[in-house]
């Protein structure tokens, strides 16, 4: 067993000398942390442990299992042989990835981490300082200042990215212009269309790449064209899926907009007939108001309209019921029976009393 705080040269030519790995993954790794902050490795809300590093049973079939550990961009490999524990920095920007080698000591991944971040934050403020540069050149001038220190932590560097709805990453180099050339023919060709990007994943497979201890040899032309095809496999079945989800979401959209038409529909008719019922008897009372109002009218303009004759023969009739009949009048004296003292007056036709 190596002396604490020492790292291991063989572990970043075994496992991070990676071959193309491609999967459908979440955004938001903590290896693909992005954000510019002075604050270097912070703790994460969530700490997976993968088990108990002191039992002598290994827990999985696998050689090495890998953990967080507490510490963002700082991750954890546990040997299930062994029980040995190494840490490895990492940190992503502009779908570039650059991961340390493994060490046995967390606080000097952590210093690795650190100069990670202050790379990043030099490339952007090179990229903000001169608007002409390209993002390649500004990342190999803050790559070129801390050379030393890139050697000795043995860093390789690979593509992280997504096209088409797949997330993959390119094979890791520990030439940086290699992984940038990598990062603008993969962006180039995904400019394009999806075959001239599966052709370029060929390309990029078959082509030698720089290790960090020596040059591996290139996929086969089978092996590349296998990956090739169940990328773009991959690519289709997420595109259907996407226009699927999209037409499921317009029916029920649609079957929302219809069910908000009826609902509003059904609420009118039920205002109208409630407006209907009271409209009725309110109706109803306006009406005989109306004819009231009307009555009264008519009986207060009728002797103003048959003028002063109509009131003068309403006047005589008055007079007439009131006068005696010449039936209840006594009968007159005969003139021969005329009495004593009394003279007859021919002109008027009466006895008069003298």
């Known amino acids: 067993m190596e002396a604490e705080g020492k790292c291991s040269e063989s572990d970043i030519s075994e496992e991070d000398a990676m071959e193309m790995v491609m999967e459908e993954a979440e955004v938001g790794e903590s290896t693909s942390e992005s954000e510019s902050s002075e604050v270097l490795a912070l703790e994460d809300a969530v700490q997976e442990l993968e088990g108990p590093a002191t039992s002598d049973e290994p827990t999985s079939k696998s050689k090495r299992r890998w953990g967080r550990t507490g510490l963002r961009g700082v991750s954890k490999r546990i040997d299930t042989r062994s029980r040995t524990t190494s840490y490895q920095a990492a940190v992503c920007f502009d779908?570039?990835?650059?991961?340390?080698?493994?060490?046995?000591?967390i606080q000097q991944a952590v210093d690795f981490h650190i100069i990670f971040l202050q790379i990043r934050d030099e490339v952007e403020r090179t990229v903000a300082g001169q608007?002409?540069?390209?993002?390649?050149?500004?990342?190999?001038?803050?790559?070129e200042t801390r050379d030393e220190e890139l050697k000795a932590m043995k860093v390789a560097f690979y593509v992280d990215m997504r096209a088409f709805g797949v997330k993959l990453s390119s094979p890791s180099t520990s030439s940086l212009p290699e992984a940038l050339e990598y990062r603008e023919?993969?962006?180039a060709a995904r400019e394009a269309n999806e075959e001239a990007f599966g052709e370029e994943l060929v390309n990029i497979l078959l082509a030698h790449r720089?290790?960090?201890?020596?040059?591996?040899?290139?996929?086969?032309q089978e092996e590349a064209m296998?990956?090739?095809?169940?990328?773009?496999?991959?690519a289709r079945e997420r595109k259907e899926a996407i226009e699927k989800l999209k037409l499921l979401k317009q029916e029920q959209r649609q079957k929302a907009a219809a069910a908000r038409e009826q609902k509003r529909l059904r609420r009118q008719e039920q205002r109208h007939s409630q407006l209907a019922s009271l409209w009725k008897p309110a109706a109803k009372r306006a009406e005989l108001r109306?004819?009231?109002t009307l009555a009264r009218a008519r009986c207060k303009e009728s002797p103003r309209a048959d003028g002063p004759q109509a009131a003068t023969g309403a006047a005589k009739s008055r007079s007439s019921e009131t006068r005696p009949t010449s039936t209840s009048a006594p009968p007159a004296s005969p003139v021969g029976e005329l009495a004593e003292g009394d003279d007859l007056c021919p002109a008027a036709g009466v006895v008069c009393r003298i």
């Not at 608007?131 to 790559?143: D, F, I």
């Not at 720089?210 to 086969?220: C, E, G, H, L």
């Open 95 to 105: 779908n570039l990835t650059l991961r340390s080698k493994y060490c046995s000591d």
């Open 131 to 143: 608007p002409g540069l390209a993002w390649s050149e500004a990342c190999k001038k803050a790559c």
């Open 185 to 187: 023919r993969l962006f």
């Open 210 to 220: 720089q290790t960090v201890n020596k040059r591996r040899p290139a996929k086969s």
């Open 226 to 234: 296998q990956f090739s095809q169940s990328f773009l496999t991959q």
């Open 290 to 292: 109306l004819q009231r």
